[in-house]
């Protein structure tokens, strides 16, 4: 009867409890949130609510167009101000998901009465969705570890400065939705494997359409959970959850990316995703061996064991088949440029210097680790050991997720994004298990005192009847020897037992200062994270700042060229430059440009690459038929802007002489050496990036023409210009803009000497033009 009350007072102070927990674990959520959205406000709060980097201005331009025209207009939308003379359908060679996002969100908005820009929209757009990936990292770990290790994953996300570099306000960019759909998917994906539910595994389908509709980064998806399913399956883990898990995502999920217009049918014709369909058919062989072993004897079971594993043979030497005749007809055997990149490093800088030349594409440095993740470079084993205690498909999951984002983190730094949600559950994993120790070892000790108090306040007569118990276990004592050997063979097991349900405590000294320490860790991990956020990752690219003694400078000459392209070129004139400036021009000056960021067309962008690294009349020929009227180039020479075209210059020459063979990068260098002073060779002195970056610069600082960039003076110091002519240059010498003479007219029967013969030979001679791409 007591036993039964006591069960029955238990129940509601263990559901109060447990309510209370769920309430502090919603508002520590609530402030996470907040925390991840606040930290990302750096760069509207000492610069301006401003669009950043490159590419971001692209996706600012489609959004714009997509809130004035609609959705099917943007659809079948054909932008002619891109790529000329060849163009661009930009419905169906973008990824939509941020687009429509950012779209949806301005209208709900609109519909709010709550009046926001869509720059506005475009510029907060990261820091929300930084928000939302938190809370999804929380669902995620939960899954794995429970709330604890899910509230610190969270935490740990929301300050990443890894992630922060690519979602601070006015990073407009694809990642800005897609690490969001990344771990919201592998979330769905974790929570349908442990309940086995059907719901969740048609919601895990629609989250991977959200994530093909944002980023490229699908693939690593829909490759990641093929293997770790083929590593249940090896491992003897199959069961029925693993199976609804996995095969509606692939039939699910595939239809769907091919509704995505830049997917289509490389769904199902690419390589990146022929893993999926293979193991997909190995689930299908193994679930269908595990029924027919439900229903028929041991005996028979072998003979169908049999028959299943030879048909599934012969129906996977067939699939195989088929993909190798597939892939063996593609010269890249059905693999793009940057998959291949990540498979083989080197394999870019041999075949494809487009991809080699961007920055992002770059392997990391050791250093890049511990300023983008921090301490969490150290956590990380702790957290993949934790995992193994008990090892579960879903901590086998995130355990095989760690191994392979930091193996294509050190392939490519971009990459570095996907590696740092993976860094934050495997920290978060091992803070929370570490902090269980130490308090539960500090909690142990404290109530061991209080038990050691209350029992010394007992009273005289309680230890008179202890010590008359003493004396007749001292009497009984010799009955209990004779029974040693029974107790020893049941007390043994159960001793063993014990110690192995008993927690692991430590030592209160040991326990106290291990927490204080990891709070230490803690601290500093925040402040660096404020630091990465405030200094190092909330700059626009597009305006630029310096601390002198005199105080802070700031060069905005990217928007004042921009401005004046804007306001003193006509609307239909053609701007040539670098692709790395193709969607600011376009999207600020809204000018027609030759090539962007978008790289799809190798021999166009070779083509600028050969103009940039040819003399100044080979040049004008190639950009005159291409009916150019502007040269546009960046010169940090002045400055100390090292990001200039200068820098920049080798990666034309070799991404020009890819396409055309005249163009060779030795004759730009002196014994190997990339240089631009007075041992230059005179193929670069001559080229016409040389002409453009340093025309007139010896006027800046009395005919010295020293680069502080390079840290040298120049080779070719007075020089003029015969076919290009310099109608603007910045406060700053950051941007210089060229326009090309027209061609001189043809003054007909003037000529030096020997008139009449001559006159006669020139009628008679056709005159072939010059081919400018040879």
């Known amino acids: 009867m007591a036993a039964s009350t006591d069960t029955t007072a238990a129940t509601p102070s263990s559901t109060l409890r447990h309510a209370s927990g769920n309430i502090l674990a919603f508002f520590i959520l609530l402030l996470i949130g907040v925390l991840a959205f606040s930290i990302r406000l750096f760069s509207v709060i000492k610069y301006e609510s401003v669009i950043h980097e490159f590419d971001p201005y692209f996706n600012y331009r489609v959004t714009q167009f997509l809130t004035k025209s609609g959705v099917y207009d943007f659809w079948n939308w054909f932008d002619d101000r891109t790529w000329y003379p060849l163009g661009r359908v930009i419905g169906g060679t973008v990824y939509p998901g941020l687009t429509l996002t950012a779209g949806t969100m301005w209208k709900v908005l609109q519909m709010l009465n709550i009046p926001l820009s869509v720059e506005t929209v475009c510029v907060f757009t990261a820091p929300v969705f930084s928000a939302f990936a938190a809370w999804a990292t929380y669902l995620l770990t939960k899954e794995v570890k429970g709330i604890g290790a899910g509230l610190t994953a969270a935490v740990l996300l929301a300050m990443v400065p890894s992630y922060i570099s690519r979602s601070v306000a006015g990073s407009y960019d694809n990642e800005a939705v897609a690490i969001f759909a990344l771990i919201f998917t592998f979330y769905l994906y974790i929570k349908t494997l442990n309940t086995g539910s059907l719901f969740y595994a048609t919601l895990n389908s629609m989250a991977y359409f959200y994530m093909v509709c944002s980023w490229g980064g699908y693939t690593f998806i829909i490759n990641l959970i093929p293997m770790h399913v083929l590593l249940c399956i090896v491992t003897g883990r199959y069961s029925p959850r693993l199976y609804i898990a996995y095969a509606p995502l692939v039939v699910l999920g595939t239809l769907m990316a091919a509704l995505v217009p830049v997917v289509g ?48 043979l012969v129906v996977c030497c067939a699939v195989v088949a088929v993909l190798i005749a597939v892939v063996a007809s593609s010269p890249t055997k059905g693999w793009s440029g940057r998959s291949l990149s990540l498979l083989d490093p080197t394999y870019a800088s041999k075949y494809i210097p487009i991809i080699a030349s961007v920055s992002e594409h770059q392997p990391p440095t050791w250093p890049s680790y511990f300023m983008d993740i921090n301490i969490l470079a150290f956590l990380v084993p702790a957290g993949i050991i934790a995992c193994f205690s008990p090892l579960s498909d879903a901590s086998s999951f995130v355990i095989l997720y760690i191994v392979m984002s930091a193996y294509f983190s050190g392939v490519m730094v971009r990459l570095m994004l996907v590696f740092a949600p993976a860094a934050c559950i495997m920290s978060g994993i091992a803070l929370s298990e570490a ?259 340093y025309f007139r610069f010896v006027e ?29 240059t910045t406060h700053h010498w950051m941007v210089r803009i060229y326009k090309l003479k027209p061609q001189r007219n043809r003054i007909r029967g003037k000529t030096k000497k020997s008139r009449s013969s001559k006159t006669s030979s020139t009628k008679t001679r056709t005159i072939t033009k010059k081919n400018p791409w040879h």
């Open 700 to 728: 800046t600082d009395g005919g010295k023409g020293y680069d502080r960039v390079r840290g040298t003076e120049i080779g070719k110091k007075h020089f003029k210009l015969t076919h290009f002519e310099e109608v603007f």
């Open 265 to 312: 049918f490389n769904a199902v014709m690419t390589s990146e995703h022929f893993a999926s369909f293979l193991v997909f058919i190995i689930i299908h062989v193994v679930a269908l061996a595990y029924y027919i072993k439900g229903i028929l004897s041991p005996k028979m079971f072998k003979v169908a064991v049999t028959l299943v594993v030879s048909v599934g």
């Open 435 to 693: 902090f269980d120790v130490f308090t539960r070892s500090i909690k142990f000790y404290a109530f061991q005192a209080v038990d050691t108090v209350s029992a010394s306040t007992v009273s005289p007569q309680n230890n008179v009847v202890e010590t008359d118990k003493k004396e007749d276990v001292l009497k009984e004592r010799p009955s209990r020897k004779n029974k040693k050997k029974e107790k020893e063979t049941v007390e043994k097991p159960l001793k063993k037992s014990e110690t192995e349900k008993r927690p692991l405590i430590l030592p209160v000294e040991a326990s106290a200062i291990a927490l204080f320490l990891t709070v230490l860790l803690g601290a500093f991990y925040v402040v660096h994270s404020v630091w990465a956020a405030a200094e190092a990752y909330s700059a626009p690219s597009i305006v630029l700042t310096s601390h002198t003694r005199g105080g802070l400078h700031v060069f905005d000459d990217f928007r004042e060229a921009y401005a004046w392209l804007s306001h003193n070129t006509h609307v239909d004139d053609k701007v040539a430059s670098w692709w790395d400036y193709g969607y600011q021009t376009t999207a600020m000056a809204n000018r027609t440009v030759i090539v962007d960021n978008n790289t799809w067309n190798n021999t166009h962008i070779a083509t600028v690459g050969t103009a940039m690294s040819s003399p100044e009349k080979a040049a004008w020929e190639i950009f005159n038929s291409l009916d150019v009227k502007y040269v546009l180039v960046v010169f940090g020479g002045l400055v100390g802007y090292s990001s200039d075209d200068i820098n920049k210059f080798l990666w034309m020459v070799r991404i020009g002489g890819g396409v055309f063979p005249h163009i060779k990068e030795p004759d730009y260098l002196r014994d190997g050496q990339y240089r631009i002073d007075s041992q230059a060779t005179p193929t670069m002195l001559n080229s016409l990036m040389y002409k453009l970056s």
